[in-house]
């Protein structure tokens, strides 16, 4: 029986994230595992960014799979000046993008060819063609991110990269593209929010959402919040992951059993499904996550009795 090994727990919600605020909650039994899930390769609690810079310190050109799940696959990419992807597109699914240093110039079906530098959040609905390079003088480099085995496909008049293990077929498939609407937008320069000049669009703390995926963004002033309770574990998904990238400033993470940690700009944090993790703003100044799960309304809280009348 698939619950076998697994203890239920009644959990409801408790602590409210920003934009889970005003939401009903309810009273269920959620199967948390008495054993832990654990973290499969490629996916780790946190992925430094200073170690992959380090890692590839000779090289212009590099790529890192970072997050690879039931849910997503995340890829940090760095390409060196004048290097350009083929004209390409997602069947099935949007694509997005974090620039995390240089400039990239994304040319996209349907809008102006734009630059977007370290700050800007990109993404391209499926169907429609897109195409990056990169300009200046300098690498630059990108956090990549797609749901799982949203493989790329090429126009006929292009020639696609080789996969091991993969031939490309002449096929055809439906005219029919996505499209941007008012809760996805083009692309989001995070350095233009920050100063109170966003881009319009339907909800601020968004980023991207549909029903294949979801980023939030999410910042706050650490020196704001209330302390920490011993016995707030946050809250856990039960169908997928949630992972994190850092946009700004530093954030605190308790996952599980681990002892809390904090992670800088830049760097990737995963906590598998069904794990618990609470996330804290941390250091000095302002912080932002942009955090990423599969699916609406999906966090899965403690109740308050358990977090003592929280």
């Known amino acids: 029986m698939r619950l076998l090994n697994a203890v239920t727990l009644l959990v409801a919600g408790a602590a409210l994230l ?41 090289e212009p050109s590099w790529t890192e799979t970072v997050v690879s799940d039931n849910l997503f696959h995340a890829d940090y ?35 102006e060819p734009f630059i977007a530098a370290k700050g800007f959040m990109v993404q391209v609905p499926h169907r429609l063609v897109y195409s990056l390079e990169t300009v200046g003088d300098k690498p630059s480099l990108r956090l990549e991110v797609t749901p799982a085995h949203a493989d790329i496909m ?8 080789a996969v091991p293990g993969t031939q490309y077929v002449k096929t055809r498939v439906a005219t029919v593209k996505g499209a941007y ?64 990238f850092i946009l700004e400033g530093q954030m605190e993470f308790k996952i599980g059993a681990l002892p809390a940690f904090v ?7 995963y906590a598998p499904a069904k794990a618990w993790h609470r996330v804290r703003f941390a250091g000095e100044g302002m912080a932002t996550r942009l955090a990423i799960v599969g699916y609406a309304n999906s966090h899965v809280f403690q109740t308050p009795e358990e977090l003592g009348g929280q």
């Open 77 to 111: 990419i760095s390409m060196a000046p004048g290097g350009k992807t083929p004209r390409r597109f997602h069947q099935d699914n949007r694509a997005w993008w974090v620039v995390q240093d240089g400039q990239i110039r994304f040319t996209i079906e349907g809008q």
């Open 18 to 58: 920003p934009v889970l605020s005003g939401q009903n909650r309810m009273t269920v039994w959620a199967p948390v595992p008495v054993q832990p899930n654990p973290w499969i390769a490629p996916n780790q609690p946190m992925i430094k960014l200073s170690d992959l810079r380090a890692k590839h310190a000779s």
């Open 181 to 244: 609407d008012k809760a996805n937008v083009p692309f989001i320069d995070f350095n233009q929010t920050i100063a109170g000049h966003p881009v319009p669009k339907q909800n601020q703390d968004q980023f991207t959402g549909d029903s294949h995926g979801i980023a939030n963004i999410i910042r706050g002033d650490p020196k704001k919040q209330p302390p920490a309770k011993d016995s707030d574990k946050g809250h856990l998904h039960i169908t997928g992951p949630e992972f994190w």
């Open 154 to 161: 090429y126009p006929i008049d292009e020639t696609p990269l």
């Open 263 to 269: 992670a800088d700009q830049g760097d990737i944090v």
